[in-house]
T-cell receptor, first 114, second 112 residues
Framework: DVKVTQSSRYLVKRTGEKVFLECVQDMDHENMFWYRQDPGLGLRLIYFSYDVKMKEKGDIPEGYSVSREKKERFSLILESASTNQTSMYLC?????????????FGPGTRLTVT | GNSVTQMEGPVTLSEEAFLTINCTYTATGYPSLFWYVQYPGEGLQLLLKATKADDKGSNKGFEATYRKETTSFHLEKGSVQVSDSAVYFCALGATGGFKTIFGAGTRLFVKA
């Protein structure tokens, strides 16, 4: 079974803090994704990566950055957390033969910024 | 642009009832279509998919048919169980790769 793990299930941070969300997958997938999930809005793509050290902006990249130094690990960084970044963050990975569409998700990190 | 619209929830059904969750899409080209399910406290899981017109995806008793003429991909199940209570997301794989467009999700409650 594909396993995607995220470093924390719940996280509480203060406004202005730098926040790191880590994601690790064990299936050697090239493609990895970060989404945020908000009620009524579904999932919105923040960033994705189709290879080590490669990254592409998604639909809502403002206020976020990412790092992919190793194939199995994709990190989301909030440079200066703000209250409007309180959300559920989901990481996903995808094998290349699906065009990035069939995605395997981690359990999510619920981030609260106070 | 590409978009997915699915029926608002929550949907509340009794056990063994018939389920339909409507999903329509707007897309250029010939997208792939998906249903994902999110059980409480978990991430999303791929439930079923269809890659071309008239394809029927099926899994765990759920079915959806890719209807290009009506741009729809409605999810159906003949007899729901309490364990089907979850949030269901319709999704579209945009032509050209990598970007999956998700609907807002429909929460299903099944009562015993």
């Amino acid at each position: 079974d594909v396993k995607v793990t995220q470093s924390s299930r719940y996280l509480v941070k203060r406004t202005g803090e730098k926040v790191f969300l880590e994601c690790v997958q064990d299936m050697d997938h090239e493609n990895m994704f970060w989404y945020r999930q908000d009620p009524g809005l579904g999932l919105r793509l923040i960033y994705f990566s189709y290879d080590v050290k490669m990254k592409e902006k998604g639909d809502i990249p403002e206020g976020y950055s990412v790092s992919r130094e190793k194939k199995e690990r994709f990190s989301l960084i909030l440079e200066s957390a703000s209250t409007n970044q309180t959300s559920m963050y989901l990481c996903a990975s995808s094998p290349p033969w699906t065009g990035g569409y069939e995605q395997y998700f981690g359990p999510g990190t619920r981030l609260t910024v106070t | 642009g590409n978009s997915v619209t699915q029926m608002e929830g929550p949907v509340t059904l009794s056990e063994e009832a018939f389920l339909t969750i409507n999903c329509t899409y707007t897309a250029t080209g010939y997208p792939s279509l998906f249903w994902y399910v999110q059980y409480p406290g978990e991430g999303l899981q791929l439930l079923l998919k269809a890659t071309k017109a008239d394809d029927k995806g099926s899994n765990k008793g759920f079915e959806a048919t890719y209807r290009k003429e009506t741009t729809s991909f409605h999810l159906e199940k003949g007899s729901v169980q309490v364990s089907d209570s979850a949030v269901y997301f319709c999704a579209l794989g945009a032509t050209g790769g990598f970007k999956t467009i998700f609907g807002a999700g429909t929460r299903l409650f099944v009562k015993a």
